[in-house]
């Protein structure tokens, strides 16, 4: 590991950035198209970041200014650790585990930095945030965990190779299909889409952890948006839906996946958190159980297309 | 207020005031009877997102606060608070007739008359009530100004705070206030 791996992190950033970014600006004209409008432009989201950079911001304290830095330092050190296409910035790391402890960093100095602001609000967005991370980690973790056992690995690059060269039918969405199903309801609670972002509802408790942010600390926090999109969206492309051999296969596989979840958000309403909660321990929990038991007693999934 | 009309804004100023005036985040404050016309203006009909133009939940996050129509001095507290919650550079809305002078409330005790005696009012849109049509003339003449860098009452209620405190002290009075979170 040189210096050369670290410019590739740097790079890998750089372009996650703009391409996130991209995609989440023609996402916002997705939704609109649905709601029959004719949507902000495709770099309204550029705008929107590069403005708020650009205004000034109003600090709470020492924990609020430093748990926006944690936070964004935590979710793009993860985003360096993500393997795409094949292509690691740093070889041999690219661990499940790994990946999902920096994004914990991350997520904490989120709610410390919110939290330090003083607004009830922010208190009980981070509460809400927390609660559905739980609601859906148990469920995918069910599944991730089932894959480990099944395929022997817990590095995610090796997992989406392994479905690669056998067509479509090996992906382990097909393979494992009530696993993949789980997934993507998870991916829906990750990325805080509807019917699961109970925790910025902006009109009930205004945004939430968002509250108190405002110019600069709210741009930031909307970088590491992009970026916690991505890490979240690329876990699914990678560990269900077979990776990329190249890399645009992999964007394009990675653009359709998030404006799918776009689209579910913009038909849905919210659930309450306490509902939210009750239906993942119900539905996909129980899910994520039965393809467990099938793969561990029968080794259907691990074997089946061939 | 001494008219300047010499673009002093250095390259960066510039460039800052092009995103501005194209990524504008309102903070409706929407006690008026105004605030009917805004849905309309947001969804499909005239569709203000395509003008980069969105709600926002907070003071903090918003860079215009609209004020739709008129205000009692009471909320005018509010106002001002909110106003003072926002980063500049923000920019503050007059909407319908009630804010340039009185409208039908002109000699009600209970409202104020006119709003940029209290706030730095960047933009007026008249009518009683304005038509999305005219919200979005509006927000167009907005937009034009931030990008020439005219639209700097932030900058001006910096530098004339005495005279607006002064003001907003004499309209909202003095409260005094006896309960245990205030002795």
Redesign the interface.
């Known amino acids: 590991m040189g210096a050369l791996n670290f410019l590739y992190a740097f790079l890998m950033l750089l372009l996650v950035f703009i391409f996130q970014t991209t995609l989440t600006g023609l996402n ?1 004209k997705v939704t ?1 198209r649905l ?7 495709w770099y ?1 989201q550029f ?2 970041i ?2 708020a950079l ?5 600090s709470h304290g020492w924990v609020f200014d430093f748990g926006v830095i944690m936070a964004l330092g935590g979710i793009m050190a993860t985003v360096t650790f993500i393997p795409v296409a094949g292509f690691r910035a740093f070889p041999g790391t690219d661990n499940v585990f790994v990946i999902s402890y920096l994004l914990a960093v991350g997520m904490l100095g989120m709610a410390m930095s919110a939290a330090g602001s003083g607004n009830p609000w922010a208190s009980i967005g981070v509460g809400r945030a927390l609660t559905n991370m739980l609601a859906y980690d148990i469920p995918l973790m069910v599944v991730i965990f089932t894959m480990i056992f099944a395929f022997d690995s817990a590095s995610v690059g090796q997992l989406a190779e392994m479905q690669q060269g056998m067509g479509i039918l090996g992906w382990n969405f097909f393979r494992m299909p009530l696993g993949g199903i789980v997934a993507v309801i998870a991916l829906l609670g990750m990325l805080g889409k509807k019917p699961f972002d109970s925790f910025i509802a ?2 009930e408790i ?2 939430g952890p ?6 600069k600390h ?1 741009g930031f926090m909307f970088i590491l948006h992009e970026f916690m999109t991505f890490i979240e969206v690329s876990l699914i492309i990678n560990l269900f839906f077979g990776g990329g051999a190249t890399i645009w296969e992999y964007m394009l596989k990675y653009a359709i996946l998030y404006t799918f979840t776009n689209i579910i958000s913009g038909v849905m309403p919210r659930f309450k958190i306490d509902q939210a909660v009750k239906y993942f321990y119900r539905v996909p929990l129980a899910m994520a159980i039965i393809q467990g038991l099938v793969v561990i007693f029968t080794g259907l999934g691990v074997t089946i297309w061939f | 207020m001494v008219l300047d009309n010499k673009d002093t804004r250095n390259i960066w100023e510039k460039i ?1 005031d092009f ?2 005036a ?2 504008i ?1 309102m903070k409706w404050y929407c006690t008026g009877c105004g605030a009917i016309e805004m849905p309309p203006t947001m ?2 009909r005239f ?1 203000m ?2 003008l ?1 133009m969105g709600p ?8 215009v606060l609209l004020i739709t129509g008129y205000l009692s001095t009471k909320t005018l507290r509010r106002v001002i608070y909110s106003y003072e ?5 923000r920019y503050v809305v007059g909407f319908g007739s009630c804010t340039i002078n009185g409208g039908i409330y002109y000699d009600s005790y209970a409202t104020i008359n006119q709003l940029d005696k209290y706030l730095p009012v960047d933009l007026y849109i008249a009518g009683c009530m304005p038509r999305p049509e005219a919200i979005m003339n509006g927000f167009n003449t907005l937009i034009e100004m931030i990008k020439k860098g005219e639209a700097n009452g932030w900058r001006h209620y910096q530098e004339n705070y005495d005279w607006y405190k002064k003001n907003q002290l004499e309209s909202l009075g003095e409260v005094i206030i006896h309960d245990e979170f205030h002795e």
Do not use: H, I
């Not at chain 1, 709601?35 to 432009?41: H, S, V």
């Not at chain 2, 926002?56 to 918003?62: K, S």
């Open positions: 916002r609109a709601q029959k409008r004719y949507g902000a432009r309204q705008l929107d590069f403005k650009r205004k000034d911001s109003t902006p009109a205004a945004s968002m509250v108190e942010y405002g110019g709210l | 800052g995103f501005s194209n990524s985040w969804t499909s569709d997102e395509r980069g926002m939940a907070t003071p903090r996050q918003a860079d919650q926002m980063n500049s550079p």
